[in-house]
């Protein structure tokens, strides 16, 4: 992880990718709020409230940031899921969600950079 990587920052927020430092805040969120979260959100992977999950999340996100990749790369909650596979037992809601935000990352890749 030692691309340099771009902030937004305004007078309210701070958008940046996030530190392995904040997956202690990260995984208290998901925890606090995975009550709030269940109905709107596809089925998560088995080890997604981990400290473990969010490193990997956080350090992959680092790496195709630093390695520039053209392709936009996302996959559902809960991964490949091969033991769900002709179960009958997997959430569409997941890939779809996956797909869209691909969509959205592509989009604002390719749109010009607004001037303040």
């Known amino acids: 992880m030692s691309a340099v990587v771009p902030r937004l920052v305004t007078d309210r927020y701070e ?3 996030a530190n392995v ?3 202690p805040g990260l995984l208290a969120y998901r925890r606090e709020n995975a009550d709030h979260f269940r109905p709107f959100e596809p089925v998560p992977a088995a080890d997604h409230l981990t400290e473990a999950f969010w490193v990997r999340q956080v350090e992959r996100d680092h790496d195709e940031f630093a390695a520039g990749l053209s392709v936009v790369r996302t ?3 809960h991964g490949t899921a ?3 596979a002709g179960k ?3 959430n569409e809601q997941s890939m779809r969600m996956a797909i869209y935000r691909a969509a959205d990352i592509f989009k604002s890749r390719n749109e010009p950079p607004v001037d303040k």
């Open 15 to 17: 958008l940046r990718l």
């Open 88 to 90: 009958n037992q997997a």
């Open 75 to 77: 996959s559902p909650d």
């Open 82 to 84: 091969y033991s769900l």
């Open 21 to 23: 430092s904040d997956v």
